[in-house]
């Protein structure tokens, strides 16, 4: 099956601070997604990008379908940002879309 | 819009006993739903694809018969966990695609634990 690997796997980062996630993924993918996984399990959407940019406030996302990564992006981090990010990729399989998660990034914003 | 609800959020059970997990879509019908699991500091894992109003496809490696799926409606789907065991503790999401502009959108989890 696919495989979606997502770098660093880990990330400690001083509040006010940027950062980069990567998703590599190692098939063509029909769609997209990044998640916020809170403290409690909760998983927040917070991009649906099979392909190119989009910008929600201080987060911005790129894919590169072509090139199989996707990034996203965190501008002057919160400790709010603290969690579990993960990247997930769609592909159609016998009608319906299969989605596989990325192994994660685990962010952690300090005062 | 999109919302998913997921009962009950916390369960602990004794070992042997059954539970059912339900996974409602509130504003929205959804003929396909998706269940997965995460153990503690993993990714999440799909487990199962659920039908309105057919069988489940399972992936690779998930027991059928434990862990029983119903899709009885547009707006409903139900995982049971049955002769539970302390291995099956975990946190089980459900999902399901709302428009495809959203992607999925997920349930907020249930953590079942099994003494």
């Known amino acids: 099956g696919i495989q979606v690997e997502q770098s660093p796997p880990d990330l400690i980062l001083q509040e006010g601070a940027n950062s980069t996630l990567r998703c590599n993924f190692s098939d063509s993918v029909n769609n997209l997604q990044w998640f916020h996984q809170n403290p409690w399990g909760q998983l927040i959407n917070l991009f649906y990008?099979?392909?190119g940019t989009k910008q929600n406030g201080r987060l911005s996302a790129t894919t590169v379908a072509t090139e199989r990564y996707s990034l996203l992006y965190i501008s002057s981090s919160q400790t709010t940002d603290s969690g579990v990010y993960f990247c997930?990729?769609?592909?159609?399989?016998?009608?319906?879309?299969?989605?596989?998660f990325g192994t994660g990034t685990k962010l952690q914003v300090i005062p | 819009g999109a919302v998913v609800s997921q009962h009950p959020s916390r369960v602990i059970c004794k070992s042997g006993t059954s539970v059912k997990i339900e996974c409602r879509s509130l504003?929205?019908?959804?003929?396909?739903m998706f269940w997965y699991r995460q153990f503690p500091k993993q990714s999440l894992m799909l487990m199962a694809t659920?039908?309105?109003?057919?069988?489940?496809?399972?992936e690779q490696g998930v027991e059928k018969d434990k862990f029983l799926i119903n899709h009885a409606s547009l707006t409903l789907s139900t995982l049971t966990v049955t002769s539970a065991h302390p291995e099956d503790s975990s946190f089980y999401i459900c999902s399901a695609p709302a428009m495809s502009a959203l992607g999925l959108t997920f349930g907020a989890g249930s953590r079942l634990t099994v003494l």
């Open positions: 504003d929205f019908q959804a003929t396909t």
């Open positions: 990008i099979p392909s």
């Open positions: 659920s039908n309105e109003g057919s069988k489940a496809t399972y």
């Open positions: 997930a990729v769609g592909l159609n399989s016998g009608g319906y879309q299969k989605v596989t």
